[in-house]
């Protein structure tokens, strides 16, 4: 997984394509004030994730999201322009929400992933420079002593994890909060299920228990909400979306329901295309209703493909994050990209960073490998950074297209955050 915020010595964003039509995205820099107003009042009602980031796929025609992470691990890839964002949402956060100054951060096991202990020291970072003690508590089973990892953007010291009287304690240090970095695939550790501490995603929001097509089912009632405010078709900012549960791919009945499933997402989605004059063939991903880091994800482009999925599609559908089997499918109307870089037309989607539901950075994920219908998340994927900072301080009368795009992703990521903060209320009442 390589870095590439140098890709072309510039934070511009993505080409699009010449059948792209953005036009449309107009209308949320049109009625900025009223949006900001808007989400105001919903998130005094259904508090945002403390951090979250999104995934969009922009169509031309179409703008949704389509992952939103709780546990997000790209903070090495957003533009250092925009810390001060970060630091300053992280301010306001712990005002408003009264935290303490004394955090625990839980990285996840890796021990081999750069880039993932990269976005472990940014985050540790920001926090620090918001004004925060804090450090990074290990759930490695064999680390008993502090230990120093260095690397060549600096050292990151992993503490053991004590319980103590007043809470968790990582080598001499007393947590009065804690953030998690670590989804909790395998479940809840002992340590974490009776914390006294604050705990930033809730461990319940891990994939032990977290669920797609839940997350799927409030955005659309968002979405939906939120297009009759603009006065939109809500299809424009969302896709369509159905479940399969107790699969086994190597049944013939459940072949015939999931082929059931997706002709009938195909042909709704058909009737979005023809309605819109678009030329393009309509496909649907399948996804693990429970997992993560691009796993058990795979494009279908017809009933006949769900039927006569090839051994290397069922292998890879078999098991998610930590050898996880899976057990459900997410059916979700698959969104092309229109955006690109070079001249060999590299694919490219944009990931939004959040913090207490404001919108602190971006990158794009671009995958040579892959097309404008496939998974970029995989082998070959590379990012690059750009700066919503610089996109948005260089406003005049008329906003360029640019802007007008970067404003509609942190519209609608932050439409994706609100369903998250309604689906956090659910997961913790359950």
């Known amino acids: 997984m390589n870095n590439i915020n140098d890709l072309s010595n510039s934070q511009s964003l993505a080409s699009i394509s010449n059948i792209a039509h953005e036009e449309w995205l107009n209308i949320f820099v049109d009625n900025q004030s009223r949006i900001n107003e808007w989400f105001d009042r919903q998130f005094s009602i259904y508090p945002p994730p403390l ?52 955090w625990l951060l839980i990285p996840e096991n890796h021990t081999r992933n750069l880039a993932y202990w990269e976005n472990v020291h940014i985050l540790q970072q920001l926090f ?12 490695l089973p064999e680390l008993h002593t ?16 004590t319980q103590g009287e007043n809470g968790l304690i990582a080598s001499d240090f007393q947590a009065e909060a804690i ?32 669920r797609k097509s839940q997350h799927a089912y409030f955005y659309q009632e968002f979405a939906k909400e939120f297009a009759e405010f603009l006065n939109i078709n809500s299809w424009l900012i969302s896709t369509i979306e159905s479940r399969l549960d107790n699969i086994n791919l190597e049944n013939q009945e459940t072949l015939d329901a999931l082929a059931e499933k997706a002709d009938h997402l195909f042909m709704q989605v058909d009737a979005e295309y023809q309605r819109r004059h678009i030329a393009q ?93 496939d998974n970029l998340n995989k082998p070959g994927m590379e990012f690059k950074s750009f700066s919503l900072m610089e996109q948005f301080e260089s406003v005049d009368t008329r906003p360029s297209s640019n802007y007008v795009r970067c404003y509609a992703y942190t519209v609608i990521a932050r439409l994706a ?3 998250a903060a309604k689906e956090l209320i659910d997961l913790e009442g359950e």
């Open 51 to 102: 951090y979250a980031s999104v995934d969009l796929r922009f169509a031309g025609y179409k703008l949704a999201p389509v992952d939103t992470n709780l546990f997000s691990a790209g903070f090495n890839n957003i533009s250092k322009t925009d810390y001060p964002l970060a630091i300053s949402a992280i301010k306001e956060a712990l005002l408003k929400r009264k935290l303490p100054a004394n």
């Open 128 to 139: 620090s420079a918001a004004g925060c003690q804090i450090k990074i508590g290990s759930l």
């Open 146 to 161: 502090k230990k120093t990892l260095s690397f060549t953007f600096g050292e990151i010291e992993l503490h053991p994890l």
């Open 179 to 210: 953030l998690l970095n670590n989804d909790f695939a395998e479940g809840i550790p002992v340590l974490f299920k009776n914390a006294r501490h604050p705990i930033y995603p809730p461990p319940q929001a891990g994939w032990h228990r977290r």
């Open 281 to 373: 063939s309509p496909f649907v991903m399948l996804k693990a209703d429970a997992g993560t880091y691009g796993q058990a994800v795979i494009s279908v482009a017809s009933r006949e493909a769900c039927l006569n999925l090839t051994r290397k599609q069922k292998q890879e559908m078999r098991f998610t994050k930590g050898k996880q089997p899976v057990d459900a499918v997410l059916l979700q109307e698959g969104v092309y990209t229109a955006e690109f870089f070079s001249d060999n037309h590299i694919v490219a989607e944009p990931v939004i960073y959040l913090i207490d539901g404001k919108a602190i950075g971006a990158f794009y994920r671009v995958n040579s490998k892959q097309t404008a219908h």
């Open 417 to 419: 955050a609100l369903a």
